[in-house]
């Protein structure tokens, strides 16, 4: 049979196979473009988020981001294959407290604050404390490798080179919009605080040691 004989119900498929086409590309689209925007503001100074409307948090003059128990909110699923190949969920260390650093090997900020956190974490292991990294814009394991052994850092990173677990992260919470970033979990999986800019030692404990020292 030929196209222009084709009975109605065939023509009716074939403009809701191609409309159902147009939505998936459009859906694509938008998530290409809100990772995009994500990481336009790669491995930059950083920057600030107010605490108005809802949002429930307040950022001090360090930059750094705080919110008071009983108002925060849980991160998101994070879950996946580490750089070195393993399995990993964050929601496993509920009743820990976590460090959450976003980098990547090709950055400089990064690059700045690793020798911190690599001391940093070692300190704290002992403590109730787990720091996580997750990796992203790195095209291959290879250079994420290579880069934990020159700083010596131990702790596990996610590897997430296209930014899908930093897009779980709810609009007007504390998500990491910069890289790098730094979040602080309370022992139950809430997001305390944020940095979006790369943290010293001094700062990255000012962090740190109040959600330690919660009840």
Same mark, same amino acid.
């Given at each position: 049979?030929?196209?222009?004989?084709?009975?109605?119900?065939?023509?009716?498929?074939?403009?809701a196979?191609?409309?159902?086409?147009r939505?998936?590309?459009?859906?694509?689209?938008?998530?290409?473009?809100?990772?995009?925007?994500?990481?336009?503001?790669?491995?930059?100074?950083?920057?600030?988020?107010?605490?108005?409307?809802?949002?429930?948090?307040?950022?001090?003059?360090?930059g750094? %981001?705080?919110? $008071?128990?009983? !108002?925060?909110?849980?991160?998101?699923?994070? @879950?996946g294959?580490?750089?070195? /190949? *393993?399995? +990993?969920?964050?929601?496993?260390?509920?009743?820990?407290?976590?460090?959450?650093?976003?980098w990547?090997?090709w950055?400089?900020?990064?690059?700045?604050?690793?020798?911190?956190?690599?001391k940093?974490?070692?300190?704290?292991?002992?403590?109730?404390?787990?720091?996580?990294?997750?990796?992203?814009?790195?095209?291959?394991?290879? %250079?994420?490798? $290579?880069?934990? !052994?020159?700083?010596?850092?131990?702790?596990? @990173?996610?590897?997430?080179?296209? /930014? *899908?677990? +930093?897009?779980?992260?709810?609009?007007?919470?504390?998500?990491?919009?910069?890289?790098?970033?730094?979040?602080?979990?309370?022992?139950?999986?809430?997001?305390?605080?944020?940095?979006l800019?790369?943290?010293?030692?001094?700062?990255?404990?000012?962090?740190?040691?109040?959600?330690?020292?919660?009840?």
């Amino acid at each position: 049979m030929s196209a222009a004989s084709a009975p109605p119900h065939a023509n009716r498929t074939t403009r809701a196979a191609e409309r159902t086409r147009r939505v998936r590309r459009s859906a694509a689209l938008t998530a290409g473009l809100a990772a995009t925007a994500l990481l336009v503001s790669a491995c930059g100074s950083g920057g600030t988020s107010g605490g108005g409307g809802n949002t429930n948090f307040v950022t001090g003059t360090d930059g750094v %981001a705080t919110v $008071a128990q009983g !108002k925060r909110t849980p991160a998101p699923d994070l @879950s996946g294959k580490t750089i070195a /190949g *393993k399995t +990993l969920d964050v929601a496993d260390y509920k009743g820990k407290v976590v460090v959450l650093n976003v980098w990547g090997s090709w950055c400089n900020p990064c690059r700045a604050e690793a020798k911190y956190f690599a001391k940093v974490s070692k300190a704290y292991a002992g403590k109730g404390v787990q720091f996580v990294g997750i990796n992203t814009r790195d095209t291959s394991t290879g %250079a994420a490798l $290579a880069f934990e !052994k020159d700083w010596e850092i131990t702790y596990p @990173s996610l590897y997430d080179p296209t /930014g *899908k677990l +930093l897009l779980r992260f709810k609009k007007g919470t504390l998500n990491p919009q910069a890289i790098p970033s730094t979040l602080i979990l309370d022992r139950d999986g809430k997001i305390a605080a944020r940095s979006l800019s790369a943290l010293s030692e001094e700062r990255l404990l000012k962090m740190l040691k109040p959600v330690v020292a919660e009840k």
